[in-house]
Antibody, heavy 121, light 105 residues
Framework: EVQLVESGGGLVQPGRSLRLSCAGS????????MHWVRQGPGKGLEWVSG????????GYADSVKGRFTISRDNAKNSLYLQMNSLRVEDTGLYYC??????????????WGQGTTVTVSS | EIVMTQSPATLSVSPGETATLSCRAS??????LAWYQQKPGQAPRLLIY???TRATGTPARFSGSGSGTEFTLTISSLQSEDFAVYYC????????FGGGTKVEI
């Protein structure tokens, strides 16, 4: 079964850091680009970041550029998101997603169940 | 950044009817567009990619069309399980999502 499982969410104060992880299984992880997508409470979807199969192409939403860092370890079938200088507006459910292609040019055909990040004092 | 605008925000339809959802890009994205369905408490599900290609498992009553800046998702003969929120997403220049259209009874 193709599966993505996120972990690492929690409650954190503004200005602090958090690292999210995503474990992939049931597919050849290093063949595909991967993304992080978030959804604020009662809001729509927002792309956060994505990287190609070999980490050669990496992109960030303007709202997180300079604060968040995406990475992957293909040997461990894992995707990560290091989030620094967190803000209240970063609160939401963070989904790990798989692209249908190796580069960042397709739809996202596999989604995890998400991990919740709450930024509050 | 490419801005994606979906309309209407809410669409009220009856089972068996056809729903037409629109998505407009702020600049040309050729056919680099995907559609997703999200039900309450669930992760989104990919329905359509490359503007008109149905993803694995997407029923034939879902069809996508358009290119450039104007796109449409058509749901024919709506069934009860189709009532949900639908998002479009471009991947021509990084990734951005539209604000969503809620299809309700």
């Amino acid at each position: 079964e193709v599966q993505l499982v996120e972990s690492g969410g929690g409650l954190v104060q503004p200005g602090r850091s958090l690292r999210l992880s995503c474990a992939g299984s049931g597919f050849t992880f290093d063949d595909y680009a991967m993304h992080w997508v978030r959804q604020g409470p009662g809001k729509g979807l927002e792309w956060v970041s994505g990287l190609s199969w070999n980490s050669g192409t990496i992109g960030y939403a303007d709202s997180v550029k300079g604060r968040f860092t995406i990475s992957r370890d293909n040997a461990k079938n894992s995707l990560y998101l290091q989030m620094n200088s967190l803000r209240v507006e970063d609160t939401g459910l963070y989904y790990c997603t798989k692209d249908i292609y190796g580069n960042l040019s397709g739809g996202m055909d596999v989604w995890g169940q998400g991990t919740t990040v709450t930024v509050s004092s | 950044e490419i801005v994606m605008t979906q309309s209407p925000a809410t669409l009220s339809v009856s089972p068996g009817e056809t729903a037409t959802l629109s998505c407009r890009a702020s600049q040309s994205i050729t056919a680099n567009l995907a559609w997703y369905q999200q039900k309450p408490g669930q992760a989104p599900r990919l329905l359509i990619y490359l503007a008109s290609t149905r993803a694995t498992g997407t029923p034939a009553r879902f069809s996508g069309s358009g290119s450039g800046t104007e796109f449409t998702l058509t749901i024919s003969s709506l069934q009860s399980e189709d009532f949900a929120v639908y998002y479009c997403q471009q991947n021509s220049d990084w990734v951005t999502f539209g604000g969503g259209t809620k299809v309700e009874i």
